[in-house]
């Protein structure tokens, strides 16, 4: 115990220091007030942490875009600060929040492509990435299709693990494109928790690694069956192959489900993952996600107070927030009722 506090107790310190400066629920209570994003910016610029990165844009003018990336901007930050305060095995294996947030911007990229949203440009990605990653960013927003995005992908790691898809002369299933970046990301992943954490450690993610591949792969199925129709033998292409609380036996059951109503009722009465499928006609199944992994986080937090869990947990708040931010801000443009915006707020 005392090697864990004099590994963790400098970083810890800051943490508390950090957390101290996020948004409580009176804050968001204030912007719900507020009758157009204006005012949510400006109340963030004159009471919050996130003045600093919102001083460049006029509130008058900011749009979804700009806050989502100035909200990035802030993490990284962040990011960098946290940085300084790892050592060894650690700060290795924070390295690997970068790998998930490089991939996400990708996949977003991707989204952009898809859709044609010529709204997502160079300027809605942090700089931090644009300095620090090896992709090309660039390359990939100048494509028109996602052929010549993962023909620009040549002397990266992900060209050889993308370049399969190119045999598809027609149409690349965008699905599957981010599906095998998800399964390379957690594949990844797994071998640096055996690699390099140790006792606490290791134990504290592998609880929180495992509960999320549980969730993931489940909602996962969950999408396979109610948006594409698509057939056994391809969801179990997508089914990442590490479980924690979701037996495999029951995992194949579940796949082999005749109906998404069949599926959800077995979900919810054979696995311990049944809130991810309640109130879906209030909430989005991510949403659902979102609320189990904070209820985990916080319970990895009081279990494990001086381990990597500090670090994660914190990594998970910020990203709650910036998803609360987000939502606020949408549902406040599109004149949603607040109490609607409210249910889809985690504090």
């Not at 911007?105 to 644009?130: A, N, V």
């Not at 509960?211 to 969801?235: A, H, Q, T």
Request: charged share 25%; hydrophobic share 35%; proline share 2%.
């Amino acid at each position: 115990m005392l090697s864990q506090v004099l590994q963790y107790g400098a970083l810890k310190t800051k943490i508390s220091a950090l957390k101290a400066k996020q948004l409580t629920r009176s804050d968001y209570e204030a912007m719900l007030a507020f009758n157009d994003v204006t005012q949510v910016v400006r109340y963030l610029k004159n009471n919050t942490q996130y003045a600093a990165v919102l001083a460049p844009y006029n509130e008058n003018e900011v749009h979804r875009a700009d806050l989502e990336a100035a909200l990035n901007s802030y993490q990284f930050l962040l990011y960098k600060k946290l940085y300084v305060f790892t050592k060894g095995d650690t700060r290795v294996f924070f390295r690997y929040t970068f790998l998930l947030h490089e991939i996400e911007i990708m996949k977003r990229i991707l989204r952009s492509l898809e859709t044609r949203d010529s709204q997502f440009g160079i300027d809605r990605i942090s700089r931090f990435f644009l300095e620090h990653s090896g992709v090309n960013f660039e390359r990939l927003l100048s494509a028109n299709n996602i052929q010549e995005y993962i023909a620009n992908l040549k002397g990266t790691k992900y060209y050889e693990l993308l370049s399969p898809f190119l045999m598809n002369t027609e149409h690349v299933n965008l699905f599957s494109v981010e599906m095998t970046l998800d399964l390379y990301y957690f594949k990844t992943v797994s071998k640096q928790i055996e690699k390099y954490l140790k006792r606490q450690d290791r134990k504290a993610v592998g609880i929180s690694f495992g509960s999320e591949v549980d969730m993931l792969n489940l909602i996962w199925i969950y999408r396979c069956k109610k948006y594409y129709d698509s057939p056994e033998e391809m969801i179990f292409t997508y089914i990442l192959p590490y479980h924690y609380r979701l037996r495999p036996d029951i995992l194949k059951q579940l796949v082999k489900t005749a109906s998404v109503e069949e599926y959800i009722r077995m979900t919810t009465e054979k696995t311990p993952y049944g809130k991810l499928f309640s109130d879906l006609d209030e909430h989005f199944i991510e949403e659902n996600y979102q609320s189990a992994a904070h209820e985990l986080e916080k319970y990895l937090e009081r279990k494990f107070p001086y381990s990597i869990a500090a670090l994660t947990t914190y990594i998970h708040s910020m990203e709650t927030e910036k998803e609360n931010l987000i939502t606020l801000a949408e549902g406040i443009r599109y004149h949603i009722d607040p109490e609607e915006i409210r249910r889809h707020i985690q504090v």
